[in-house]
């Protein structure tokens, strides 16, 4: 359910389609993301249709306004000198929305998994061996240089939704400052392994286990606890150079690159707005909170 909600949502923000025709078709397509993994029976598909409806609900009325806010932080900023410690901040704060995110899903969905019958359950381990292999051929199938390249044009792709095309320049900064990062590929997916063996297991006592559900939740909400020794300093150190890289490509933006910028930050604010009111909140444009550096 951690994949299924937050996944869903923040492709809904990060993609190019239309925001609001994405995120009022979430509930289908949330539901349509879970049947891929186990066939849900009719009762289990009435309790997640009503915790997907549920979900968004709270979503609209106490997450949208919050995306708002950070969006007009960033908007406001285009075209100005960025500091690293400023993109943290939007960053900690994204990863704090979705924390909440989780929380508000986490004992309605270790219900659902509760439900699970043992043929649901492994369909759902089979599914998740297929993905699996998918990614250890993405990033343990290919060499270190192939897997740099693959990540250099994710990376300015990124940049591209949002400035338009980036000068050889730009590219050639994002090039040479992702070259620093640190490869984890073979760690993420050794800690993924070991948080579906974990998964596996409190599935396997769903039924028996009095704290099932509040164990679930925990595994959910602390994914950290299954990295190998000295990976979270790792990624630290990555997350830095990137809200660096972050913050000096945006310091380089021509005035067309700034303007298509703001333009696609303002047309989320619209969405978003426009997502609250259809909800019956007020719209929160105006009252955008900028976020210090």
């Not at 929380?103 to 492994?122: K, M, N």
């Not at 590219?171 to 590929?185: F, G, K, M, P, W």
């Not at 606890?225 to 990976?231: E, K, L, R, T, V």
Request: hydrophobic share 40%; glycine share 6%.
């Amino acid at each position: 359910m951690r994949l299924v909600l937050t996944g869903l949502l923040l492709a809904v923000v990060l993609s190019g389609c239309v925001v609001r025709v994405v995120y009022n078709q979430l509930d289908w397509l949330t539901l349509w993301y879970v049947d891929d993994y186990f066939e849900l029976d009719n009762t289990q598909k009435s309790q997640a249709r009503e915790l997907i409806a549920h979900t968004l609900a709270w979503h609209r009325s106490n997450q949208l306004p919050r995306y708002v806010s950070l969006s007009r932080a960033v908007h406001d900023r285009v075209g100005t000198p960025v500091s690293a410690a400023f993109i943290a901040d939007v960053y900690a704060d994204v990863v704090g929305l979705w924390d909440q995110l989780l929380g508000q899903v986490a004992t309605d969905a270790g219900e659902l998994f509760r439900s699970l019958s043992d043929s649901q359950v492994e369909a759902l381990f089979e599914r998740l061996a297929e993905d699996n292999l998918e990614f250890e051929e993405e990033y343990s199938g290919v060499t270190a240089g192939e897997r740099r390249a693959k990540q250099d044009k994710a990376i300015i792709k990124m940049f591209r939704r949002f400035t338009g095309r980036l000068s050889t320049a730009q590219e050639d900064l994002i090039r040479s400052r992702t070259a620093q990062l640190h490869d984890l590929s073979a760690e993420w997916l050794q800690r993924r392994a070991a948080w579906q063996a974990q998964f596996r297991s409190l599935l396997t006592g769903r039924r028996s286990d009095p704290q099932f559900v509040s164990r679930l939740a925990n595994l959910m909400l602390d994914p950290n606890q299954f990295d190998s020794p000295g990976y979270r300093e790792l990624v630290e150190d990555n997350q830095r150079q990137v809200f660096s890289l972050v913050a000096e490509v945006l310091g380089t933006l021509s005035p067309a690159q700034a303007d298509a910028t703001r333009k696609r930050l303002a047309g989320f604010m619209e969405d978003f707005d426009a997502l609250i009111r259809e909800g019956g909140g007020p719209p929160h444009t105006a009252a955008g909170q900028d976020v210090s550096s």
